[in-house]
């Protein structure tokens, strides 16, 4: 039976950080930024953070949540063991429960300092810069997703922490 992880949080919550291990460690990792971004592009939009976090708000507005979940489970296919990386709007976290019949969401939830300590120091972000992407309404989306989460990992401390959290809930899963 295909087991589909939803791994997702806010913007410097340790996502790329867990994802880099979990796909050394053999896990099959399907970015939705990824994908998100590889279709911004066919838009000519700029690559930062807020360019695409702008478009993102006007793209689902435009075209509804369906073409995109459709996207992520054609990448998914009939792999036995996904995660599915940084999935935002919760319309498409419904759909993609739909689509499989088994999906765990795990939540990645860290504090707001930290988060923009971390933007700080790994993308040289202003405050201001970090104000305006953690307030952004697609990521406001997310408290939706932690809402409707089956895990919710804390990761105020180190990576290692956060590893041995998630890889614990991926065998129990």
């Not at 369906?66 to 919760?90: K, Q, T």
């Not at 499989?100 to 972000?125: G, M, N």
Request: overall charge positive; glycine content about 6%.
């Amino acid at each position: 039976m295909q087991k589909i992880f939803i791994i997702t949080g806010h913007t410097g919550c340790g996502k790329t950080s867990l994802m880099t291990v979990l796909s050394k460690d053999g896990w099959k990792i399907i970015s939705a930024g990824k994908i998100f971004s590889d279709i911004s592009k066919l838009y000519n939009v700029g690559q930062d953070r807020l360019s695409i976090q702008e478009f993102a708000i006007g793209y689902f507005k435009k075209n509804g949540y369906s073409d995109f979940s459709r996207m992520i489970c054609n990448e998914v296919g009939d792999a036995e063991s996904v995660i599915i990386e940084g999935l935002r709007p919760l319309e498409v976290v419904k759909q993609i429960r739909l689509h499989f019949r088994q999906v765990i969401i795990i939540f990645i939830d860290t504090k707001k300092e930290i988060r923009a300590k971390r933007l700080t120091s790994r993308e040289k972000y202003s405050s201001w810069q970090i104000e305006q992407i953690q307030n952004h309404a697609i990521e406001q989306e997310l408290n939706n997703v932690r809402d409707a989460a089956d895990y919710i990992v804390e990761n105020n401390l180190d990576l290692d922490y956060l590893i041995s959290n998630v890889k614990r809930i991926l065998c129990l899963g």
